[in-house]
């Protein structure tokens, strides 16, 4: 692949046909965003071209919507919850939504754990593709803290070069087996 393609960051070894594949589901879901004129649409956090940028962008929007500073607030992901009107709704599996989507162009995926209601549980290791889910922004001392939750990073793609940001998620097991097994989240 030459050098000037990767103006944006995409999964190590992928083909040509992948490529083409994952360029053009970013360009329909950036005319489509510019299209729009609902700010809380859903996006595919893997697909845009800079996705650090979305969750700064998130964050200061609720800053100054609520009249708070951005050190007061706490990053939270509800997964495979789209109910909270005041979130930011990310896409899941994103198989059914683009044509000729391959592996690569997947959405949101828990790796090396399952979700469930009642928190992460160990996996053998797969990928879990997860459904429609929601950032929000938080003021830290309203964050509920009377449940175990577990840091998880969560990788821009699965060569996990690429960190986006850590979220506490809930969880029956502890860090540190949460840890040895590498568990962690995915936009890709």
Not at 43 to 62: D, N
Not at 86 to 99: C, H, Q, R
Not at 125 to 137: D, F, H, N
Not at 147 to 167: C, E, I, S, W
Request: contains cysteine; glycine residues 6%.
């Amino acid at each position: 692949m030459p050098r000037h393609w990767l103006k944006f960051k995409i999964a190590k070894n992928t083909s040509l046909a992948q490529y083409i594949a994952n360029l053009s589901a970013r360009l329909a879901q950036l005319e489509d965003l510019a299209k729009g004129a609902d700010d809380r649409k859903s996006v595919w956090l893997g697909g845009l071209f800079q996705p650090e940028a979305y969750i700064t962008a998130t964050r200061q929007t609720v800053a100054h919507k609520n009249g708070w500073s951005l050190e007061q607030l706490s990053l939270s992901v509800a997964l495979n919850q789209t109910s909270d009107v005041d979130a930011f709704s990310i896409e899941g599996n994103l198989k059914s939504s683009i044509p000729n989507a391959t592996a690569d162009v997947a959405g949101l995926k828990l790796e090396g754990a399952d979700w469930s209601e009642s928190g992460l549980t160990l996996n053998d290791g797969r990928p879990v593709a997860l459904g429609a889910s929601q950032l929000s922004w938080r003021k830290s001392d309203t964050v509920n803290s009377d449940k175990q939750t577990v840091n998880l990073p969560v990788y821009l793609n699965g060569d996990r070069a690429d960190v986006l940001f850590a979220v506490d998620l809930v969880s029956v097991l502890g860090q540190d087996a949460v840890a040895q097994r590498g568990v962690c989240l995915t936009a890709a």
